[in-house]
């Protein structure tokens, strides 16, 4: 870690105090020197894991040589270059059960593009029907509040469960209530985060036996999760779980799964056939044979020369130890709310106003403030995006494609967010923003700090050292 100034080292023996497990996790330091030198190399402060993991140079090598020494051809083919892609694709969907401690007799993986793409397949498959309902949190990325088309489209009824500020955690009594809401002869779908892309709150996992056991198919949404946590499949089950790879190791992109229960997959009723998930159709008769379990599901040629680098970065996170990856995010994220909340103004305004849990309990690293002024005037977040990287900050600004939990956190009413929508027909998020910022100075956006495998001290105090310079 190269911290240059005095003030740097006598924060880090402070922080080291306040967070002794860090120092357990220092072997991280070891591994970002040997494996990801091109962020201090290159002076990179990056702090969007929650947009994107970092890949270490092991991984790459790995991958390509894999690549530079087979032969490796289409796997719907059946001849031994074909057959040395397909050897590939199921190590390395044992290689994802096993991680995520799944049985192969209760999940199935299907490929899948992103976890977009993961939650896509459950929406258009699932049978939502009249007398059918989705539940799902306000806090939800836009890939799992997009699924109330399809079940509208269906005649289902579509619920949301408010997030209740300041924690922004779910209503327990309410979703509760929600549960006993069913027509059991109906298919009824939750779906929620296991951690927030917003606040990184992490929901509690309990809620999903609390909704099978009332008659209720649970889609979990581990995208922001899996990357600093391990999900136990042998101890939760859900009946779907979407990933993306990328979030989690950094490479590959372009590949990701939904991990399916087999009883669950086998209720999806795919709207469509395509190439790769058939045994047999006829142009003719116009008949065709859908093939088994997750084959099925993969439309087309699954990305098969990236797969093999998931079973890679797999193998990467498991010698860190998740545990380890996680403790050194806990640390660096309470060290990074502590001193964001200390941060005042002459005026004694505070420099930033924090959306979700200030503390590091059942919360994970991604952290989203809004900035205010000594008069205790909001700074618009796209010029705090700006400002930081001109330090070399990389963050996330704008709603996260979140906008439920972005619109509990800024007190946005349905009638504020409806009349701004009512200012023209087609807009963008800029036309977004200004609309409401008309309404009482109110904003839709935030400035999200998120933290991952390989941030360390230094990345932190950067980032403060950066806060700091927006103080008067
Ligand atoms: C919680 C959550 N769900 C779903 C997604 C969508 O992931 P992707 O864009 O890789 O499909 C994201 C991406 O940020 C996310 O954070």
């Not at 229960?261 to 859908?290: D, H, N, Y």
């Not at 839709?444 to 927006?470: C, E, K, P, W, Y």
Request: aromatic letters at 10%; proline letters at 4%.
């Amino acid at each position: 870690m190269n911290l240059s100034s005095n003030q740097a080292e006598a924060a880090l023996a402070i922080f080291r105090q306040a967070y002794p497990a860090f120092d357990d996790t220092r072997s991280l330091d070891d591994l970002r020197a040997a494996e990801f030198s091109r962020l201090d190399e290159q002076s990179q402060v990056y702090l969007d894991y929650t947009g994107g993991g970092l890949y270490a140079d092991s991984q790459l090598r790995e991958h390509m040589d894999l690549l530079r020494n087979g032969v490796f051809g289409n796997p719907h083919s059946d001849n031994p270059t074909s057959e040395a892609t397909t050897l590939l694709i199921d190590s390395t969907r044992e290689a994802i059960l096993r991680y995520f401690n799944a049985s192969p007799n209760e999940y199935d993986i299907v490929f899948t593009p992103n976890a977009t793409g993961a939650i896509k397949l459950v929406g258009e498959s699932y049978p939502f029907n009249p007398g059918s309902r989705y539940l799902l949190t306000f806090d939800n990325h836009n890939s799992i509040n997009g699924v109330r088309e399809f079940a509208r489209g269906r005649g289902a009824e579509v619920t949301y469960v408010p997030v209740v500020p300041p924690e922004l955690r779910i209503d327990a009594a309410r979703i509760d209530a929600e549960f006993d809401q069913i027509d059991p002869d109906a298919n009824n779908l939750l779906a929620y985060p296991a951690q927030s892309n917003f606040s990184g709150v992490q929901h509690s996992l309990e809620l999903i036996e609390q909704a099978q056991s009332k008659g209720w198919d649970v889609l979990l949404d581990a995208a922001a999760f899996a990357p600093t946590n391990k999900l136990d499949l042998s101890r939760w089950h859900p009946d779907f779980v979407p990933l993306s790879f990328y979030k989690m190791f950094g490479h590959p992109t372009g590949v990701g799964c939904l991990l399916a229960r087999k009883t669950a997959l086998a209720k999806l009723v795919r709207p469509w056939f395509a190439g790769g998930t058939i045994t047999v159709s006829t142009v003719q008769a116009e008949r065709f044979q859908l093939a088994d379990e997750e084959t099925a599901f993969e439309d087309g040629t699954v990305n098969y020369l990236n797969i093999p680098a998931v079973e890679i970065g797999l193998r990467h996170i498991e010698g860190i130890g998740v545990a380890t990856i996680h403790e050194r995010v806990a640390s660096l994220t309470g060290w990074l709310i502590d001193c964001l909340v200390s941060l005042r103004h002459g005026s004694g305004e505070p420099l930033v106003r924090i959306y979700g849990p200030t503390d590091t309990e059942a919360r994970g690293g991604a952290v989203t403030v809004n900035f205010y002024d000594a008069n205790g005037k909001l700074i618009d977040h796209r010029g705090i995006e700006k400002l930081a990287g001109e330090h070399n900050i990389s963050l996330r600004t704008g709603c996260f494609c979140n906008p439920g939990a972005g619109e509990v956190a800024h007190g946005l009413t349905e009638d504020d967010v409806a009349k701004a929508f009512a200012s023209s027909e087609r807009m963008t998020y800029d036309q977004f923003l200004n609309a409401l910022e008309q309404q009482d100075g109110k904003s839709a956006g935030a400035v999200r700090i998120s933290l991952g495998m390989v941030t360390n001290f230094s990345d932190i105090h950067r980032f403060l050292q950066f806060a700091r310079t927006l103080l008067s």
